[in-house]
């Protein structure tokens, strides 16, 4: 699609020629996020400032009927900001700032654009915590995480984007500007409208302002690598450290054998144990600058070792020893180079299922190709696992009809903190009823009435 002269006019007139980019001018970080979707040149790049200009933008695009595909630090792993052909690539590169902090109401006010990274920052500057935190903090943007409601490693103690959010600005697909930025927790004034558009993927509107909640700073983090000899242990463990360390725990990420083995053969990491245990785990948690916090912890794992229920523990005993517990668990950024090819996927299995289902899942992958490699990790107290299927000279795609099918058996969601985007759009009916969908449907053009927002993710209108 050409975008006529008179859109291409009135758009240069409200973000001036430095905000507009076409043809090859449009930089390679547009036209691809960091999914598997093939590169695409979207048929102009608009980056506004202010959120009045996203609005007049938006309302440009909704009067010539122009497709528009949102974007922020495009490390989505969907498919959901990668441009298609003739759409208008709308980046909030440039609504990018903490606006205010307020200590007092404990709340941080945010641009959309804003990476993660500066906002865990400036809220320590603060004295606070800003409670989600995810691997790709310095690229990733606070609007992406609230379209996506994105997880992270702290979700067991400070939940979802969805729950760090008190308030949101959104342009609707014809330029209008609805904000509700109230330093309130509690509001029960009608309908909840701001919770409609996190995890919507800007299919439903555009956030430009968030105001987040903020939580106190931690003190005395304990940090545990431990060796568990199953996952019905393994939750025994979690269960137990909950109930004994009260709401101190911070993370409890769980890595698989292949897993392990990929991050010490082609990652390069020292193998910590002995044997290679079923899982291996980091646990941590917030314990405070008191000995006795110190003490607490290593007692309570200590006693999970003597009942058997962890085969070996190693407690960090400096900032070095923590970096290194948590540099096996982000190894997969650096052994998936060293891999062949593969498939990734992004799902929630229950946790009474989870054994069932890791065990159903390395059968069914080696059914279908003996040389597949299944690498499992994730966040096991959320039941999020993180699964990659690597082989060489053989069709991929195949292996994401068999884990999906296989979380449709176990109940799950095809999506647990990544978003549906385009990739998982073919499989949402495996998570989502036909009422549901219908619903999801009746929304969008509700709100979208000339589908220019994101059309195609999530759903196939």
């Known amino acids: 699609m050409t975008v006529p002269y008179d859109a291409l006019a009135a758009l240069t007139e409200v973000v001036g020629s430095g905000g507009l980019r076409s043809g090859d001018a449009i930089p390679v970080r547009n036209r691809k996020d960091a999914s598997k979707t093939e590169e695409g040149l979207p048929a102009l790049l608009v980056m506004p400032r202010t959120t009045g200009e996203v609005s007049a933008v938006l309302s440009i695009c909704s009067r010539f009927s122009l497709p528009v595909v949102v974007q922020g630090g495009m490390t989505g792993l969907a498919g959901g900001a990668a441009p298609m052909a003739g759409e208008v690539a709308l980046s909030l590169e440039r609504l990018n700032g903490v606006e205010e902090i307020d200590p007092v109401n404990r709340t941080m006010t945010v641009l959309a654009g804003t990476p993660l990274a500066i906002v865990q920052e400036k809220a320590a500057e603060a004295g606070f915590l800003y409670g989600v935190d995810l691997g790709a903090r310095g690229s990733c943007t606070i609007g992406g995480n609230v379209a996506t409601n994105a997880g992270g490693v702290q979700v067991l103690r400070y939940g979802m984007t969805r729950r760090n959010v008190l308030g949101v600005e959104v342009v609707t697909a014809d330029g209008r500007v609805i904000s509700h930025l109230k330093k309130v927790v509690k509001n029960n004034a009608g309908y909840d409208w701001t919770q409609l558009f996190i995890g919507s993927e800007g299919t439903l509107g555009v956030v430009t302002r968030v105001l987040l909640a903020l939580q106190p700073a931690v ?194 969601s095809i999506s647990a903190e990544h978003g549906v985007g385009v990739l998982k759009r073919p499989y949402l009916g495996m998570s989502r009823s036909d009422a549901e969908l219908a619903l999801m449907t009746s929304l969008k053009r509700t709100l979208d009435p000339g589908n220019i927002l994101n059309r195609g993710r999530i759903l196939p209108v």
């Not at 769980?254 to 390069?268: D, F, I, L, N, V």
């Not at 195949?398 to 979380?407: E, K, N, R």
């Open 219 to 412: 003190t005395g983090i304990q940090t545990a690598l431990c060796a568990a000899g199953s996952i019905d242990k393994a939750l025994a463990v979690l269960n137990r450290l909950e109930a004994r360390l009260g709401g101190s725990l911070l993370a409890f990420e769980a890595m698989w054998p292949e897993y392990m083995k990929a991050a010490t053969e082609q990652g390069g990491l020292p193998c910590p144990f002995s044997a290679r245990p079923e899982l291996t785990l980091v646990v941590e948690a917030a314990m405070g600058t008191a000995a006795a916090g110190e003490d607490a912890f290593a007692e309570a794992l200590a006693e999970l070792a003597e009942e058997g229920l962890l085969d070996d523990v190693l407690i960090a005993q400096s900032s070095r020893d923590r970096q290194r517990f948590w540099a096996y668990r982000e190894a997969n950024y650096e052994f998936y180079r060293a891999l062949p090819p593969g498939i990734h996927f992004d799902v929630s299995i229950p946790l009474g299922a989870m054994e069932t289902a890791v065990t159903l899942l390395r059968q069914r992958v080696a059914a279908r190709s003996s040389a597949a490699l299944p690498i499992v990790f994730g966040h096991l107290a959320d039941s999020n696992l993180h699964l990659s299927v690597h082989a060489e000279a053989i069709d991929l795609s195949g292996f994401a009809d068999i884990v999906y099918a296989l979380v449709e058996e176990m109940q799950g």
